[in-house]
């Protein structure tokens, strides 16, 4: 078998899935997926940058959702577990799933289906716990904000709850550990990484 390359992304979900997609479109053995941050260029000297198309992401989400939606939920939850090494192992199940590349083991990809749902499960529990704790205080009608530190990255995965719950008023839900925030202004959300002024800061119970 050919040696093995390393794909580089930029750390985001969508990115990712363009790495996968670019695996696919180049036929590649992939042993290693990391972020940009994590990649030193003389260590890894069979590795490909992969950029971010939106178009690409969109293909692979498509695919994997028309043949395995609950599979695809839980890479997104295993995803958000920031855990060094998750990007290789959710690799491995969708290739797994949707077949035609060269992995390792079925073992080692059996064994990683049983190490993923224990952090599905984790990740789960950290979403659940922060929807019923969270508080947004409109005090005198003005927006309220919450800061929290989640140890999961699970901004993402609570954005519809708060906002189907507190969609009469401005929010924003702001993750101090990872310095960016989830922001509804009464109609769309978004994501931001500096707060309006007026904006009444709340730290989550």
């Known amino acids: ?80 577990s920031e855990t060094p090494g998750i990007e290789i192992r959710l690799y491995r199940q969708i290739v797994r799933r949707l077949g035609r590349l060269p992995i390792t083991s079925d073992d080692d990809v059996q064994n990683g289906f049983n190490y993923l749902e224990g952090i599905v499960s984790r990740v789960s529990r950290e979403k659940r716990k922060w929807e019923a704790s969270i508080n947004l205080n409109f005090a005198q009608g003005k927006p309220a904000i919450v800061r929290i530190r989640p140890k ?20 924003i839900i702001f993750d101090q550990q990872r310095n960016y925030g989830i922001y509804f ?4 959300t978004q994501m931001v990484t500096e707060i309006p002024r007026q904006f009444n800061w709340v730290d989550a119970a």
């Open 152 to 171: 999961y990255n699970i901004l993402p995965l609570i954005s519809r709850f708060f906002r189907l719950t507190h969609h009469s008023n401005p929010w």
């Open 1 to 80: 078998m050919e040696h093995g390359v390393t794909l580089i992304y930029d750390g985001s979900f969508n990115g990712f899935l363009c790495a996968v997609y670019k695996a696919y479109e180049s036929k590649l053995f992939v042993t290693g997926i990391l972020k940009e941050d994590q990649y030193q260029e003389d260590m890894f000297s069979n590795a490909i940058v992969t950029k971010t198309e939106l178009n690409k992401a969109k293909r692979v989400w498509y695919k994997l959702q028309d043949k395995h939606y609950e599979a695809l939920k839980n890479i997104y939850f295993a995803f958000l």
């Open 185 to 188: 202004d009464g109609d769309v």
